[in-house]
């Protein structure tokens, strides 16, 4: 018997689900909620459900586990703990300095109804956050790092969306590639925002619109750009359409460190991903941990969890028997 | 309270240990046990104990986790089974074909004695192991990577050394730039033994030796050589001391695969380690995980563990709220 998901929300990462779990035997597509008229909302799987998300409870002895594929801004905050009372869920929350609150109603609702719920899944946070875990139980004294990119920020782009006279918009966050050589040779250098990332914007002006206003506002955004070194190049919408169509990420990790009597010698470690498509190397990540909500709810495990709480053999499809031959 | 640490065996690892202790605030090292007259070993550590193993069981009070130290080809598979039944234990038994029946002769001692026993700590496997571990959950259809290096191998360093007319040697495995860019790049390529590493060995000979026969003696040695590209540098004991006399090593775990509906975005996930000690890190790796052996058996779990079973969270001394909030 395969762990039935459902998915609620069918935008990208919601796709990207559905993807993920053609590539896994041991689980199965059950059905999709969304906030759409269901009629016209169209899928790829043949005979899981699109329903909506009004009728999600009538549901819930069809789904093992139901993935939130909402925003963090405002849809998760509500749905987390709302859809752990019916299911075990997990979600990608990612707005990192609400992560306290976020758990604590999603802990107090899930321990009410007996469910476990797994958030915070994804990248980052996710395996950018395991990585700093790992890093830090390991070499406790030491400086941590983090890079993202290159890839596209979504909320960048939309910002310079905004702006009068812009038709489309995609921004790329870059590592300074001086930066990261630096920290990679254990120099445990003290880097600015200015210093670790530039910001490069891909532009499609209205006609007629004035471009040096544009690449002004860009440039002295504040938060978004103004602390950054940033390049704006304007492009056709052919070529937009042409060379940034996809949805790139990535970045790396780095923790340096020292051990020895007198801390004498120097370690880095790394971890890095390189990812075509951040929405669904994300819902890849969401999968396994939907397999390990699934199975820790068997074990009698309930609450809110992070990717920190739940033990590596709980992702995999496999025995520990196999895991311990074929991986250890 | 602090954890209670011993430790078993005072060669680099134990030293490396006991240096690690230094760096983590919530353990102490409590005593050394070793084979050796302990009268004869000088620790570092004030205020710890140094006893004969012969009289490790009456010190079974007076210690939270025992850290094995022996080596795997002979000493951890004796050791383990008999010393949980005194102690939580960890070890880093390294022999991969044989943790399968390490972890079943662990586990059944373990399991009657009431204690945890996590074994095949340290890198490789340990870190490695989980690195790969993740990657296979996340991109379930792949390829894996391991190539390891630049480091000194102790094993081909001992097996030149066993060559007639050789003095001293040190012998670095380095993994092979150009591979190591293509399983990058995602090409997936298949690599021969030969393609993934070279090895380099710096070798001190006797005075007189037939520096040809030595170098074709090497070169040719089966399993260890023969399949490699080998360079020999012969060099002076004072060259050897001065450039050769650290134990560095690392390498990198690197999982490429796809995903989408047609498995048409690519991803490159990579760890990697770059290390001045290779016995310290491990140690480090060690102590994080006498931590999480300590904290599993006060809360009721006995048996073996590797760790793939270890929830992520018991590796840090800090507690759960604070670990979500800094590094999630």
Redesign the interface.
């Known amino acids: 018997m395969s762990i039935r998901i459902g998915i609620l929300g069918y935008g990208n990462l919601g796709r ?1 689900i ?3 779990v ?3 035997d041991d689980v199965s597509l059950s059905a999709i909620f969304t906030r759409r008229d269901p009629s016209s909302v169209k899928i ?1 799987t043949d005979g899981a459900g699109v329903y909506s998300v009004n009728e999600i409870e009538v549901h819930k002895d069809e789904i093992d586990v139901m993935i939130l594929c909402g925003g963090s801004a405002t849809d998760l905050p509500e749905q987390t703990p709302e859809y752990v009372k019916y299911f075990n869920v997990v979600d990608s929350f990612d707005t ?1 300095a609400k ?2 609150e976020h ?1 604590s109603t999603v802990d107090a609702a899930a321990k009410a109804s007996g469910h476990v719920g797994i958030i ?1 899944v994804g990248w980052d ?1 996710g ?1 950018f ?6 890093a ?6 030491g400086s941590d790092y983090t890079f993202w990119g290159k890839g596209v920020s979504q909320g960048h782009s939309d910002a310079i969306r905004r702006i009068d006279g812009v038709k489309d918009a995609r921004q790329y966050t870059v590592p300074v590639e001086k930066a990261l050589n630096s920290v ?1 040779n ?1 120099d445990n250098p003290n880097l600015s925002t200015r210093e670790k990332h530039t910001r490069e914007c891909y532009v499609v002006a209205e006609e007629g619109a004035d471009l040096a206003r544009i690449e002004n506002e860009i440039k002295t955004m504040p938060n978004y750009f103004a602390d950054y070194n940033t390049t704006v190049h304007f492009i056709s919408e052919e070529e937009l359409k042409a060379h940034h169509s996809g949805i790139p990420h990535g970045g790396s990790v780095i923790r340096t460190g020292i ?3 007198n801390g004498e ?13 951040n929405p ?2 994300t ?3 969401l999968i ?1 941990y939907a397999r390990a909500a699934y199975r820790m709810n068997k074990e009698g495990q309930i609450g809110c969890k ?8 709980y ?2 499809a496999q025995s ?2 196999y ?3 074929h ?2």
């Not at 010698?265 to 498509?277: A, F, M, P, Q, R």
């Open positions: 990207g559905e993807c993920a053609k590539q896994n790829l990192h992560i306290p758990f915070s946070p395996m956050s395991l990585n700093r875990l790992y830090n139980a390991i070499l406790t004294e990679r254990g051990t020895g009597w010698n120097k370690h880095v470690i790394e971890y890095s991903l390189k990812l075509d498509s669904e190397f819902s890849s990540v396994a992070t990717v920190f709480d739940v033990a590596p053999a992702l995999c520990g028997e895991l311990r031959k991986l250890l």
